[in-house]
Nanobody, 122 residues
Framework: EVQVVESGGGLVQAGGSLRLSCATS????????IGWFRQAPGKEREPVSC???????TTYADSVKGRFTISSDRKSTVYLQMNSLKPEDTASYYC????????????????WGQGTQVTVSS
């Protein structure tokens, strides 16, 4: 059974940090890239970062470059370290298994978690 479970969200003040985890099972990280997306109320789900399944190449949205770092233990868990958080980072964060391209798209992802809420106060 495929499972994707996000954790690590919470409430943090602007400038603070959080580390999100994406725990996977039922498939191999050698076969699927993992992407982090976020969705704020009333907005579409947007890509944040992804890490490829072959050589670990990473991609970041311009809005998070230099602040967020994606990493993988190459076994079953992918992390998103988020530093210098801003109120505009407030959203539900989702990880998915699919393709990691220069512009990740939700339809390229087969499996999704239920999301974890990140709230950044000003």
């Amino acid at each position: 059974e495929v499972q994707v479970v996000e954790s690590g969200g919470g409430l943090v003040q602007a400038g603070g940090s959080l580390r999100l985890s994406c725990a996977t099972s039922g498939f191999s990280l050698d076969d699927y890239a993992i992407g982090w997306f976020r969705q704020a109320p009333g907005k579409e789900r947007e890509p944040v970062s992804c890490i490829s399944d072959d050589d670990g190449t990473t991609t970041y949205a311009d809005s998070v470059k230099g602040r967020f770092t994606i990493s993988s233990d190459r076994k079953s868990t992918v992390y998103l370290q988020m530093n210098s958080l801003k109120p505009e980072d407030t959203a539900s964060y989702y990880c998915g298994a699919g393709l990691c391209s220069g512009a990740p798209r939700t339809y390229e992802y087969d499996y999704w978690g239920q999301g974890t809420q990140v709230t950044v106060s000003s």
